[in-house]
């Protein structure tokens, strides 16, 4: 074998292999800043919530804390949004005006399709994600939604009636303290069938639940009206309180089963003491909670849900479950 360091011109390509090398390490010097473009940062990325509830609500107040926690865990911007009272126009202003800011996501309730319908649509055309929650489940697949989380309000109105008619319920009044919102409408509607199908009937009380003394009022009315009601089922929390005072005037707590949809911590004291027979729970603290997660996956890892309709409800609490709840509900977010 030839030996290599003596031959010249094995020395003159290994230098000049070294100087190569030489030359190429020292033009590779690392730069006080990188030029490839970071991630989007997710404390940037920004949701709304437009609801057709004020955060001050015994209800939209867990919404709110679902968001709000949400967003924290999320570490995104979310702002919450309501008419001052409910007021669709007003709320389909709302919609436009978070479309026109351009936020990463949009959350929606949807108690009237036909009102909000073009204002979702439109945040939709402009490749704003959204979610619709709480109300509007029969109308969120067409408006173009991602998906609906919250319950199916016909199904929890009819298995409310279901157990209304099981505890010997042959006629009750339907309460509807927000008399228009499709949401609300469809609970009776439940109610009004599973009602039938149990050989009894049910008649629909309007009332205002923001004058807490005009309703009760209405109710006793109704009572001494129609002495022939044996149940309530109020369509909301904020009913239930002038219910209840209402059949304690008219001395028949022991006589007309009371039911309602939704909790408050005055409701299941009253569950838990007999004086209401049962809440219907949807879980309104997921209706806020979960829209957040899902849109956050939407953007970081391109999640789509796969059902047109996430339930959080019905569920019952009773007197044999409500001291579950109790301290969650005062903490404010059951």
């Known amino acids: 074998m030839a030996n290599r360091s003596k031959n010249p011109l094995f020395s003159v390509v290994a230098l000049s292999i070294l100087i190569l090398v030489a030359v190429q390490c020292s033009s590779v010097q690392p730069t006080p800043e990188s030029t490839a473009t970071p991630p989007t940062s997710v404390a940037n990325i920004r949701f709304v919530v437009i609801t057709h509830g004020q955060a001050f609500d015994v209800f939209w107040s867990v919404v709110k804390k679902g968001v709000d926690q949400a967003a924290r865990d999320m570490e995104v911007k979310v702002q919450y949004q309501a008419p001052a009272t409910f007021d669709m126009m007003a709320m389909a202003e709302l919609i436009d005006a978070a479309v026109a800011s351009q936020p990463d996501g949009l959350v929606v309730s949807i108690p009237d399709a036909n009102t909000l319908g073009p204002s979702i649509k439109a945040a939709v055309d402009a490749g704003i994600p959204v979610i619709s ?6 109308a969120a697949k067409s408006l173009g939604v991602l998906t609906h989380v919250g319950q199916i309000e016909y ?4 298995k409310g009636g279901q157990r209304l008619a099981a505890a010997g319920v ?8 927000e008399v228009g919102n499709r949401a609300l409408d ?3 509607e439940g109610l009004v069938d599973a009602m039938h199908q149990a050989k009894g009937k049910v008649d629909i009380l309007a009332i205002d639940a923001s004058d807490p003394e005009q309703a009760q009022a209405r109710i006793l009315m109704a009572l001494e009206t129609i002495p022939s009601i044996d149940g309530l089922l109020t369509v909301g929390p904020t009913a239930a309180g002038p219910a209840s005072q209402a059949l304690q005037e ?3 707590l022991n006589e007309v089963k009371l039911a309602t949809f939704d909790l408050s911590p005055e409701i299941l004291a009253a569950i838990q003491s007999g004086e209401i027979l049962f809440a219907i729970d949807q879980q309104q603290y997921l209706q806020g909670y979960l829209p957040i997660v899902m849109l956050k996956l939407y953007h970081t890892n391109a999640n789509t849900p796969a059902s047109d309709v996430i339930p959080t409800g019905p569920g019952f609490v009773t007197q044999e ?3 579950k709840v109790i301290d969650l509900s005062a903490a404010g977010t059951r």
């Open 155 to 158: 199904e929890a109105g009819f």
């Open 186 to 188: 469809l609970r009776c």
């Open 250 to 252: 008219a001395g028949l």
């Open 321 to 323: 479950n409500a001291a």
């Open 170 to 177: 042959r006629h009750a009044f339907c309460i509807n303290h």
């Open 133 to 138: 929650i709480n109300s509007g489940s029969e």
